[in-house]
């Protein structure tokens, strides 16, 4: 084989080996290649394109097993190459929708089912990152007295969701205070996105006056807090451990704390999120094994896609083993990204 490519008969024996694989979790041999999927050669000419595909590295065979199991090139020829992407069932699609469509309003509601739907369904790992509203644009900042120190502050993200935080404040806030300081971050903020403030926020209240200087402060010291991104460890729903240890890879006692050891380290997971977000934009984003950035997540495969909430962006999608079944996965995790980004829109807090 030159160049990494594959003729007709190697591709034929290349994916049957790699169906047979997601099918059965056991290595696969020329004979039963041969027979079950009628692929027209006999077994000993599947042995020699096998061994052809083992030398290119598309393959290999476990120990002294005479069948073969797919490499990460081989998934990876697959899914590009030879993967033939199916839609939806019916049943599927009525049960996302029956289910989401039940749900309240509120997004950490949505989502959650969201998460718990995609585990259910693809017996895999299921993970959501909430939207990164560092992009997202504000639109108004309401301040509302709670006590004579508290003070409760609303922001609305434009086509986005609300933000709320409450400050202690070291001495008494008057009300006649709030509505020209409202005023003010509204007029100095408003049309920037989160980032942005954060970085600009000195230089764009910097002339105040003396009755507005204390607590315009407070919000240039706290500029961090107020219009920082949530803390990682909340930006991320895992559902289905429970699921996913049910594979026959995680009978290996090793392998099953693997997969507990991700689950506990959310971090990593956010990680490859993120890169994928970067990496695919819009589009179904798929990384498997060594493809994965962290030496952990060689034994695994993501399957990602990006969702919004107005225009903030967010992700979700599986994590399972490398044999998992890529195409039906995908249309899974395309239709729900859909599905929530719709919601989001149409059911979110005015």
């Known amino acids: 084989m030159i160049n990494n490519e594959l ?24 004979r039963n290649i041969s027979k079950k999927y009628e692929i027209g050669f006999s077994p000993a ?43 939806i069932s019916p049943a599927q699609r009525e049960l996302i929708n029956n289910r989401l469509e039940a749900t309240t309003s509120d997004p950490d509601d ?5 998460s718990e739907i995609l585990s259910d369904i693809t017996h895999q790992l299921a993970c959501v ?28 993200i434009k086509s986005g969701p609300l933000k709320t935080l409450t400050l202690e404040y070291k001495s008494e806030i ?27 926020i000195p230089q764009r209240l910097g002339d105040l006056s003396i009755d507005q200087q204390p607590i315009i402060r407070m919000f240039i010291d ?16 895992i559902s289905g451990t429970k699921n996913v240890i049910k594979q026959p890879e995680f009978e290996n006692p090793e392998r099953f704390q693997s997969i507990i050891e991700l689950v506990e380290d959310k971090d990593v997971i956010i990680h490859i999120l993120e890169k994928s977000t970067e990496a695919s934009g819009n589009q179904i984003f798929i990384s498997i094994g060594s493809e994965n950035y962290d030496t952990k997540l060689s ?36 239709y729900i990204s859909k599905i929530i980004s719709e919601l989001l829109t149409n059911k979110r807090v005015k």
Do not use: C, W
Request: net charge positive.
């Open 7 to 30: 003729n007709e008969r190697e591709k034929s024996v290349l994916k049957s080996i790699v169906q047979q694989f997601i099918l059965t979790a056991a290595p696969v041999g020329s």
């Open 45 to 87: 000419t599947v042995r020699n394109v096998m061994a052809d595909l083992e030398e290119s590295g598309y393959v290999n065979h476990p120990h002294t097993s005479a069948g073969r199991v797919p490499t990460d090139k081989g998934y990876r020829f697959y899914v590009n190459s030879l993967m033939e992407l199916t839609n």
């Open 110 to 114: 949505i989502l959650r089912i969201a």
């Open 129 to 156: 990152k909430y939207p990164n509203f560092d992009s997202g644009i504000l639109e108004r900042i309401q301040l509302v007295l709670l006590s004579s120190t508290r003070l409760l502050i609303v922001m609305s």
């Open 174 to 200: 008057k009300n006649s205070q709030l509505e020209s300081v409202q005023s003010l971050l509204n007029e100095r903020l408003s049309g920037l996105t989160l980032r942005e403030i954060r970085k600009t």
């Open 222 to 237: 706290s500029a961090n807090d107020i219009f920082m991104e949530t803390k990682t460890s909340n930006r991320l729903l």
């Open 299 to 334: 034994d695994y495969s993501f399957i990602t896609k990006e969702y919004k909430f107005g225009d903030v962006t967010g992700t979700l999608g599986v994590v399972g083993p490398k044999r998992m079944e890529y195409s039906k996965i995908i249309a899974i995790v395309d």
